[in-house]
């Protein structure tokens, strides 16, 4: 298993090179219980943007983030953590919530438009650590400057971030 510190300035360099590759915020979340929390975060550098906030928590259930977190849990592991106390209802009922996880296992990536944050379309994919559901990166953007094409393309490159982040684990596995 790759050393902590390694995953750490891994996922600061893959932060940093999505930055550059979208133009807009980008932040790892971690599962902090039953939240979502933003442990590291790369504000965009044009004036208008959108943060998510060092600290913040953020619900498993809603935001692109907290899905991200759940795309490995099976139906009956995420039946059992919506039966948790304090973990709010999701968008459209758990059915809904299952199909919209299914949907994202498929594609590799959540997104959501104004889940957690208001006029914030959130793209977030699970970071390759070998425990899965632990932690997600993701590109937040206003939804004024983030239009369909814009937001395929960020989809896009933060998947393939994640597979080039799999692979230098790895080899930081076998060679570290």
């Known amino acids: 298993m790759p050393h902590r510190d390694a995953l750490v300035a891994q996922t600061q360099t893959s932060l940093i090179r999505l930055r550059a590759l979208t133009g807009e915020t980008v932040a790892i979340h971690w599962r902090l219980g039953n939240k979502c929390t933003c442990t590291q975060e790369l504000p965009s ?11 913040a928590d953020f619900p498993l259930t809603r935001g692109a983030a907290g899905k991200a977190l759940l795309l490995s849990l099976d139906e009956q592991d995420v039946r059992a953590l919506l039966a948790e106390p304090g973990i709010p209802e999701p968008i459209g009922g ?3 919530l299952l199909a919209d996880l299914k949907a994202g296992r ?19 994919a699970p ?28 989809a896009r ?20």
């Not at 970071?127 to 960020?154: H, M, N």
């Not at 998947?159 to 060679?175: D, I, K, Y």
Request: with cysteine; hydrophobic share 40%; aromatic share 4%.
């Open 106 to 124: 498929e594609r590799g990536y959540k997104l959501t438009v104004g889940e957690t944050l208001e006029g914030a379309v959130s793209i977030a």
């Open 127 to 154: 970071i390759p650590w070998p425990q899965p559901g632990l932690a997600a990166c993701s590109v937040l953007a206003p939804e004024s400057r983030f239009d369909l094409p814009t937001r395929e393309a960020a």
């Open 157 to 176: 490159t933060l998947v393939e971030e994640m597979h080039r982040l799999r692979s230098v684990l790895r080899r930081q596995n076998a060679f570290g």
């Open 94 to 96: 758990v059915n809904a």
């Open 45 to 55: 550098p044009q004036p208008h943007r959108v943060e998510a906030g060092i600290g």
